[in-house]
């Protein structure tokens, strides 16, 4: 066999071996550098918005029920502006459980307690007036 194609033959093959083997990984360095990245990280962001606010708020309003639907954990109210929500007065279906709604009927005028959350609200307590 020729020196060249020698050569190539055996540089191709230490190529193909090198690319079958997997490189392995310093876990505990590349943590390192990780923490030392966030780690200059300060300052109070108590006043920076957030993204995907996640948090409840509550709010507290009165209103008449329109409809109540327990299957589907739903009451329909006509309720007065609820200024923590930023909602004027209006007619609206709000989620509910079940057993709250024991007692109240069509026509009730209720107070209610709110968990706001995603522009939509959750009643939490509601008691008729």
Not at 34 to 56: L, Q, R, Y
Not at 71 to 86: F, K, Q
Not at 87 to 102: G, N, Q, S
Request: glycine letters at 14%; aromatic letters at 2%.
């Amino acid at each position: 066999m020729k020196p060249l194609t020698l050569t190539v033959m055996l540089g191709a093959t230490a190529l193909l071996a090198a690319c079958g083997e997997k490189a392995e990984t310093n876990v505990a360095a590349n943590a390192g550098a990780t923490a030392e990245a966030t780690g200059n990280v300060s300052g109070d962001m108590g006043n920076m918005a957030m993204s995907g606010d996640t948090a409840a708020r509550t709010a507290k309003g009165t209103g008449t029920i329109i409809e109540i639907d327990k299957a589907a954990g739903t009451v329909t109210l006509d309720h007065g502006p609820i200024p923590e929500a930023n909602w004027p007065a209006m007619t609206m279906p709000f989620a509910v459980k079940p057993e709250l709604l024991d007692g109240l009927k069509g026509g009730d005028k209720v107070a209610f307690d709110l968990a706001i959350k995603d522009g939509g609200g959750a009643i939490t307590a509601i008691k008729k007036q």
